[in-house]
């Protein structure tokens, strides 16, 4: 099983301080060049492809890319999408036809102004809330991801509950910061500090667990969670990556990408187990806070704190 993430083009009806690309940035591929590079890798019914932008929903060939995927080759598709154009039930309908298997939104809070600050979009909130609510009315399985900034740490509890109340069917996840593009530009305002994110992930954990829900928590130094909640944490990240295969306008690379880890983890017993290896997070918040937020695990802390 390969994860392979397809980067369509950049053009997008949102702004997102936190985006990974720039504003300014161009780059797309034709149909015929996304299937000219599909078609180089070889993907296969276990395979999974992850597609991006940008915001896919803007293209006019969406529907033809997503056909050729499900017929030629017959792999899990899944969709990253901001879901304004699923606010149109029409769209949604079509999109839901052509056999995709899930569609993953981002909210940046519970509460519309915040979302609307976050993607310097008024009524963007609005819009995914109501296109989210047309794909689960369908049928289609979501997942529901916040991204943790300095604007909105302290509401992930509530972010938790909102994503339950709102989205029963949904998966819910917790996503750290990747510092590149737009998110790169913005860091000194938007980068929280993990010792003041720490309680309220904890928190946001505790409202899952107490429905019964596996809340998901990507991209965070596993050494800062209290290792009750480390079934929880992304940890699969390595094999991933070494099998990964990442298409965009600019490039393809397959497998070996750098997630490489801070010479001060080297001798962690977590390890290469652990969550936080990506090259846009840790080398971008040490240059920016350095280590001292960071322990490097030993057998007696590798218990449950009381």
Known sequence: MRKIFLVTDYNCNNACISCAKRLDEQ????LDQLIGRL???KPKKEDFIEISGGEPTLRQDLLELFHHIKTAYGSNLILLSNGRRFKDSSFAESIKATGIDRVMTTFYGAEPALHDAITARPGSFSDTLEGLKNLEEL???ISVKTIILRQNYQQLPEFVDFAYDTFPSAWVSLHGLIMRGQASDNKEAIVARYADVKPFVERSL????????N???FIIPTCIIDPCYWDHLSVNWKQITNTMVYISPEEMVIGNLDVAQPDYCRDCLVGENCSWAWESAWKEYTALFGTEELSRLTLDQLRCKE
């Not at 780059?27 to 034709?30: A, Q, Y």
């Not at 505790?206 to 829900?213: E, M, T």
């Open 215 to 217: 809340l998901g928590v």
């Open 39 to 41: 078609d180089a890798v």
């Open 206 to 213: 505790d409202r899952a667990i107490s429905r019964g829900k």
């Open 27 to 30: 780059g797309r591929l034709t």
């Open 139 to 141: 049928g289609l399985p």
